[in-house]
């Protein structure tokens, strides 16, 4: 693997940079607050190819590599971690799998508009008692003819306030567990679908995330994704590349706070001097910056590997692991750094430092990605 950018990407991350800081970085602080859903920045993203930066240009997207993914969602993160969030799940959570299980009709009628970001997708698969135990989910779908009646409801919907077409996770059969979950492409405009009030959270407060609900919610039949009973696999299988690009929000957030950290401390003067010229700050800079470089060739690895291997399940799980674990000790030194000002909100460490908890939790905790690790390790090489 070769770790040095490309032309073409190195072009492509001054690119994502200038607009994350011209466009996305001075709304952060406002929509952190106000939880308002930046869609007007989500469009100004796709008018750039960012809604679909993977997919093959054919299908709407910018045909780039995961390398280049990982760069658009660090840089859009470490100016806005609800925006890379955003972006993150249309990528991952929607076109990819519409990519790899979608007809070739199903892709012109929704891959294309995600792709090009005309549309806002999100995933449905989180339920509330079926959350890391996904083969838990309840909502059914049910065969009527031509048609399937979905009722159940999803919580933590990332995009769920605006999304435009949700990727739906509902069992035919209960008694099968994860063989009878099934995939649906459904618009959410659709009769029966309904969502809840935006979600006030810790951090990535402008994220849209809310509660879904189906009430005898017919969705045709050639808006299944995939045949019945592997809606399972293709959750699991998504999830590889939504780890990848955790990881890379993760990175983007612990690079902002290491960079406010160390111009902090170069300014900030106690005792007669810089903080930056004592040895306690000088190692809790060393330590950011080598683990922040470590996750960053991790979650390149990870990128690489979904590239060029059939599977990229371990290096997934790894890089989301420890990219994760790596923010939220980034951030915790960078607030420290700053002292008391690090406290208030007038610092934006303080939203890196709740930002960053949320890595470790969401496409699967720190625990899940331990568990995945260790089956990998032990059973699979």
Known sequence: ???????????????????????????????????????????????????????PERYGGSGMDMIAYCLVIEEISRACASTGVILSVNNSLVCEPLLHWCSEEQKRDWLVPLARGEKLGCFALTEPNAGSDAAALRTTAIRDGDEYILNGNKIFIT????????????????????????AFI???????????????????NASGTTELAFEDMRVPAVQRLGEEGEGFKIAMATLDGGRIGIAAQAVGIAQAAFEEALAYAAEREQFGKPIARFQAIQHYLADMSTELDAARLLTFKAAWAKDHQKRSTLEA?????????????????????????????????????????????????????????????????
């Open 1 to 55: 693997m070769n770790i040095e950018l490309n032309e073409e990407q190195e072009l492509l991350r001054a690119e994502v940079r200038r607009f994350a800081e011209e466009m996305v970085k001075p709304n952060a602080r406002a929509i952190d607050e106000s939880g308002a859903f930046p869609r007007e920045t989500f469009d100004q993203a796709a008018e750039m190819g960012l809604a679909g930066v993977f997919v």
């Open 186 to 204: 459904v618009p959410t405009d659709t009769d029966g679908y309904s969502h809840g009030g935006h979600e006030y959270k810790l951090g990535v």
């Open 159 to 182: 995009n769920g306030t605006n999304a435009d077409v949700a990727l739906v996770f509902a069992t035919v059969d209960r008694e099968k567990k994860h063989k009878g979950i099934t």
């Open 317 to 381: 799980a790894q890089a989301k692991l420890f990219a994760s674990e790596v923010a939220q000790r980034v951030t915790n030194k960078a607030l420290q750094i700053h002292g008391g000002y690090g406290y208030i909100r007038e610092y934006n460490v303080e939203r890196y430092f709740r930002d960053a908890r949320i890595t470790e939790i969401y496409e699967g905790t720190s625990e899940i990605q331990k568990l995945v690790i260790s089956d990998w390790v032990i059973n699979q090489r």
